[in-house]
């Protein structure tokens, strides 16, 4: 699992398992947030098994999904309170951290969107949902 932090409180990575949860929290996330809609790819876990990990390692866990038809879903301003929260770190996660990146980038506010972007394509993320 390769985690990647685009501010001090916020990262994101690809999909994670279950058994990955209890890292995570031990890395000091004290909010996972999924990205990823169920049934996106075979082999995926569950949202549900995401859910039960997260609890039993005592994870703030919010799912969120969003997709290239939705993008970026209807609870954008909700997860830019939880990008934010500087005291409650975050991870977010979908199927490559990409999504989640350009969730980021959008929930930003104006004076702020082009220094998120620059630090996205320095990290080495495709930033085309966020420039639409």
Request: charged share 25%; with cysteine.
């Amino acid at each position: 699992m390769r985690i990647i932090q685009l501010q001090e409180h916020l990262a994101v990575a690809g999909q994670i398992m279950p058994e990955h949860v209890a890292d995570i929290a031990a890395a000091g996330f004290k909010v996972l947030i999924n990205n990823r809609p169920d049934g996106e790819e075979v082999g995926q876990p569950s949202e549900a098994e995401i859910a039960a990990a997260a609890e039993a390692a005592g994870l703030e866990y919010h799912y969120m999904p969003v997709n290239a038809m939705n993008f970026p879903g209807p609870d954008l301003s909700a997860m830019k309170r939880l990008f934010d929260d500087a005291e409650r770190p975050a991870l977010a996660f979908c199927r490559t951290g990409t999504r989640c990146t350009n969730l980021w980038i959008v929930s930003r506010d104006d004076d702020d969107r082009d220094a998120a972007l620059s630090r996205a394509v320095s990290l080495g993320f495709d930033v085309a949902m966020a420039n639409r």
